[in-house]
């Protein structure tokens, strides 16, 4: 029974046994994940894990996660020969500041729709002819303190009412 790692029809050795210069046996625990077609898949892991550990690691691991496992081993050794320093924690960084920066431009955009929806339904209220009624005369989008005297005590603070325009 040939693995999947193998090409059908010859005994060409894994990726791994082919790097370790060793031969593929029929049972080899690295062919089915590191076909001969991608040599740099296993190097990588092998430069940062070592082909020991990552074969007591797979014989320790249950056949149905093996794959997972060994998607996970390529991809942190890909980032730690990225960036030796970080590894894959660089990675996860960066991307937990670009979702901050994009959470971020997503309140600004959501605020800036409340706003122009505000804006919107403040000038369905006025005619098209201008003789729609204003109280201070600007454009702004938000309500405008207008001051009233007589509101309130002498002695008080005056008040302040807010009107929209319509």
Same mark, same amino acid.
């Given at each position: 029974? !040939?693995?999947?790692?193998? =090409? *059908?029809?010859?005994? $060409?050795? @894994?990726?791994?046994? !082919?790097?370790?210069?060793?031969? @593929?046996?029929?049972?080899? &625990? ?10 740099? !898949? ?12 990552? $074969? !007591?690691?797979? =014989?320790? #691991?249950?056949? =149905? ?6 998607? $996970? ?14 590894? @894959? &924690?660089?990675? #996860?960084?960066?991307?937990?500041? =670009? &979702? ?12 800036? +729709? &409340? ?5 919107? *339904? ?18 702004? +989008? @938000?309500?405008?303190? #207008? ?11 005056? +008040?302040?009412?807010? $009107?929209?325009?319509?």
């Amino acid at each position: 029974m !040939k693995e999947a790692g193998r =090409q *059908h029809g010859t005994a $060409s050795p @894994c990726a791994a046994c !082919k790097l370790l210069r060793r031969r @593929c046996a029929w049972d080899c &625990v690295f062919a089915p994940h590191f076909p001969a077609d991608e040599p740099q !898949k296993f190097a990588n892991v092998h430069r940062v894990f070592g082909a020991s550990n990552v $074969s !007591k690691l797979l =014989q320790e #691991i249950a056949v =149905q996660h093996r794959g997972d496992a060994v998607s $996970s081993l390529v991809y942190e050794a890909n980032a730690r020969v990225r960036d030796p320093v970080y590894g @894959c &924690v660089g990675v #996860i960084s960066s991307l937990h500041c =670009q &979702v901050q920066a994009l959470e971020a431009q997503l309140a600004m955009a959501r605020a800036q +729709m &409340v706003r122009l929806r505000m804006l919107a *339904h403040l000038d369905l209220g006025r005619s098209p002819t201008g003789t729609g009624s204003t109280t201070t005369g600007s454009s702004s +989008m @938000c309500p405008s303190p #207008i001051y009233t005297p007589g509101h309130g005590d002498a002695g008080q603070t005056p +008040m302040l009412s807010f $009107s929209y325009e319509r």
